[in-house]
């Protein structure tokens, strides 16, 4: 499975666009890259997935270049209530191995005025 | 319509008493999972489901017992509880064509 990394923690203030970078350096080939959200005393909530290149929702965008060694979430003009915890992922959500999708210690953004 | 759901939200017991989590989802979802999240927030898989049966033990202790009485349920029976036991746990489904999980709003377990 492949392990990932991202920043323990981030500030932004209202209105910017956060960027956040996750390393899955072992990456396999049918691994897909998902990013949750979570709110305190909630479960969490999923954000975006995507293969490769740039995925693109409501919420947020997802850059992965083309090594896929890497990928970044884009959420553009944050708000207080982004503030949250958010997780990157890697798994194949087609054979199985999405059960064994293993958390991080996700980044923590903390977003004020 | 909550989609997952999971009951009590709160339990406070005693060390060595044993206790059950429910959780139902509505979404007809094959697979559910347990998942426990620490104090410092790590969320770690316990098991997963597929269609009432057992895929994933993640070196659980055998204290712990899921139980799947249909495809929409996935129970948690915990024995002779430990204070390490102290955790939120979240049950989740996952959707057969992305495996987008969806979880429940969490049970937090205080083991005293």
């Known amino acids: 499975l492949a392990k990932t990394t991202q920043p323990i923690s981030m500030d932004s203030y209202e209105g910017q666009e956060v960027n956040i970078t996750c390393s899955h350096n072992n990456i396999a080939t049918n691994d897909y890259i998902t990013w949750y959200q979570q709110f305190p005393s909630q479960g969490p909530r999923f954000i975006i997935q995507g293969y490769k290149t740039k995925v693109t929702n409501e919420v947020a965008s997802l850059f992965i270049p083309a090594d896929r060694k890497s990928s970044t979430l884009s959420l553009p003009r944050v708000s207080l209530s982004d503030t949250a915890v958010y997780y990157c992922?890697?798994?194949?959500?087609?054979?199985?191995?999405?059960?064994?999708?293993?958390f991080g210690t996700g980044t923590r953004l903390q977003v004020t005025l | 319509d909550t989609a997952v759901s999971q009951t009590p939200k709160y339990l406070v017991t005693q060390m060595g008493n044993d206790k059950s989590i429910k959780c139902e989802q509505n979404?007809?979802?094959?697979?559910m999972y347990w998942y426990k999240q620490d104090s410092k927030k790590f969320l770690k898989i316990m098991f997963s489901y597929n269609n009432k049966e057992l895929i994933i033990n993640e070196t659980v202790p055998n204290r712990f017992s899921p139980k799947s009485p249909d495809k929409a349920h996935l129970n948690l029976h915990i024995n002779s509880l430990e204070l390490g036991d102290s955790a939120v746990y979240f049950c989740?489904?996952?959707?057969?064509?992305?495996?987008?999980?969806?979880f429940g709003e969490g049970s937090r377990l205080t083991v005293l």
């Open positions: 989740a489904s996952s959707h057969p064509g992305t495996g987008e999980l969806f």
């Open positions: 979404l007809g979802h094959d697979t």
């Open positions: 992922l890697v798994g194949d959500p087609y054979t199985g191995t999405a059960s064994k999708l293993t």
